[in-house]
Structures are given as structure tokens and as C-alpha cells.
């Protein structure tokens, strides 16, 4: 059992906590305040500080789950399943987050809210996925095959993700290609500190969240198990 | 448990002052009136008009020096247009057809409004609608998911049927 993990967790979250709300307070405040508007866009480039670090931390919930889905393949730890399954619930609340911010910030500069970009759609498609992983958990009534199942969909789910980072290189598309690349950095410095400090932020607390979560889900499967242990004891 | 709640008043009441921060910060910047509201009222003081450069009005001259920049324009609203006398820098987005915000005083007696600012429109809305319907889900996600938590490590040591191998649960 990789019970330790549970402990470790609940022993360090807190830093991770405390980290994340440190970057994203200042971050927040370099982005609202002190960095400059887009000489194009005005103030709307604002948008760009919640809504790029939420696309990047959804990637990175992604590929948790991915190397969390090969881990429980190779020990079939049901700990290393409930991490897993809190990646994937994480994971969805950020995802969720980049499109609907995306869609907020397409309004104004393309005049529209939706738009069939390879982008956006293949982003949408990682949503879907997501979705459809925590539909299939909740569809299977045995526990060690539904994290089976459940950590191969993860597996050939991730096939989106390549798709889903270049696609603003391979096709053309009304998403802009990456600011950050390398190529070089076509952004200015006064907005890539409080990028970069969101981009942190962000990251940490999905490491918090992803470790309250699967704390949450050991601690309700424990529940479970108690119960069982009581109404077995009950009626022995 | 009561750290929990202590954690999370102050996580709202750091978002309430961060959220009355910003709305001070920036009332100043939202608020702007119509060019016909301008020639209705004949206001004089420094006031920012919110309309559209008027196709085939725009002509311009460049000064001697980078701030002599001069343009002159029509700033539409819905009904009425507005002469603007633009003087100062060149500024990036003076283009026909564009919305602009043009900060400035305007004058009754030769009826142009003398402008030394032009801004691009004020679409804060757009950037606080992106920002909240992020931040508030975030925030009740994560509260609930460490309510849950802080409940069930409280439940499983009160009934104390379960000890797992050699964990104890009585942190926090």
C-alpha cells in the first residue's frame, strides 16, 4: 500500500497551498495593475494572465493522469488510482476554466464567442475526454476494473495532447501560435512576469487541489470499507 | 475544522479588498459619456467621449517635435458627430472607422472638443466577467473539497473502527 503517499500529502499540502496563493496574488496584481494594456487590444490582453495559465495547467493535469494511469498499470496501487482519479476531476475544472475565459476573450477580439479552430476544437475534444474518463469510473461496479479501464482510456486519451499543443503550428489557425517557443519570445517583459508568476501560481495549486482530492477520494473509499467492516461485524 | 474557516474568511476577505482595490483603481477609466450627450449639456471639464472616427474625416499633420502631432477628426455617436482637435503624441490606434475613447475638455465657443488622450474602448467587463467566473468556482470547489476532507478525517478517528497500517490521523 502506498499509504505513505496519503500521509506525505497531508503532511506537505499546505506549502503547496501557501505557494500557489502567494504567485497568484502577485501575479494577479502585476497582471490587473502594473502591466500595461495592448497597444492592440487594450485592456482585454488582461484576460491573457488567467486564461493561458489555466490552458497550461490543464495539459499538466493531463499528463499527471497519464503517468498516474502508467504508475497504477505497473503497481496496481488503488492509492495511485484515487490520485489518478483526482487528476482527472481537477483536471476538467481547469479545462472548463481555459475554454469558457478563451471564449470571454474571443468576444472582443474576434467577434465571436465560438469558432471552429483546430485549437479550440481539439481542446474541447481533451474536455470530452476528461468527461468521458469520469463517466466510464462511475459506469463499472468493480473497483480494480474500473481503475483498469479507466487508466487505459487515459492512456489513448493522451494522443489529444501533442494534437492539442501544436496544433497552432501545423494547421493554420485564428488562434494565435505560441508566444513562448523556440523560436524566441514575441511578448514583452512587463506581461511575461505576471505570466509566468499565474503559470506557477496555477500549477502549484493544481498539486494542492490534485492532493486534497485524492485525499478525499481515499478517505471516502476508507468510509466505505469501515461500513463494510461494521454491517459484516452487525450481522456476524 | 476552525482553522478551516479562519483560512477561508481570510481568503474572502483578501479577495473583497483586492476586488475594492481594483474597482477604485479603475472607476475612473470606466466611465465615459456620449458625444451627444457632450453638445446637449455643453459640459466643460475634463470628460472622456466614447465614439466611432467618422470615415474620410481624419487629416492630420505631424509637429516639429513628437508631442506637436495634430489630428482632426468627427467622433460619432449614434446621432451626432463631434469636431475633435487632437493634439500631443502620435497615437497607435487613430484610425477611420475605429472606436476610440477621447479624453479631453470641449469648447463652446468654437465648438471643438480639444482633445490631448485617446484611449481604446473600456472593455473592463469582458476581463472581470473571464476573471470572476473563474475565481468563484475555483474558490467554492476547493473549499468544499477541503470541507470534505477535514469532515471525513474527523469522522473515521471519532469511530475509530478502521486503523489502517500504522497511520495515525490525528493531524490538524
Redesign the interface.
Known sequence: ?M?NL??HM??FEGWFGAAA?VCI?IG??MG??ASP?D??????V??MY??VP?AKTSLLGYTVLFLGSLWYLWKRDPIIDNMCHAAAGVSV?FTA?AL??GS??A??TWNTWWTWDARLVSFTILLLILIGYLMLRTFIEDKEKEARFAAIFAIVGFVDLPIVYFSVEWWRTLHQPLSISPRGLSISGAMLIPLILMAVGFSLLFFY?LM??T??LY??E??E??KG??LSRAYL | MKWLYIRWGG?LL?GLI?TLL?VQ?YRQEVTTISPEQILQEQQTGTVRVLGTVQAGSLSSTDGESASAFQARFRLSGEREGLSVLYTGERP??LRELKSLVVVGQWNPSTQVFESHGI??????G??V???L??MI??GL??FR??R??EL??T??KI?K??E????AFD??
Open positions: 500500500m499509504i496519503i500521509k497531508r503532511r496563493g496574488i494577479l496584481y490587473l495593475v494594456p497597444y492592440y487590444q487594450g485592456e482585454v488582461r484576460i488567467v486564461h489555466f475544472f476554466g469558457i475565459t470571454i476573450w468576444k472582443p487541489m486534497v482530492r485525499q478525499m478517505l471516502e476508507l468510509r470499507a469501515k467492516r461494521l | 481568503i483578501a483586492i481594483g483603481h497607435d490606434n484611449q481604446l474602448l473600456p472593455n473592463y469582458y476581463v466577467a473571464a476573471y467566473i473563474v468556482p475555483m470547489f476547493l473539497m477541503e470534505k476532507v471525513l478525517y469522522e473515521i469511530a473502527v478502521y489502517p497500517e500504522g497511520v493531524k490538524g
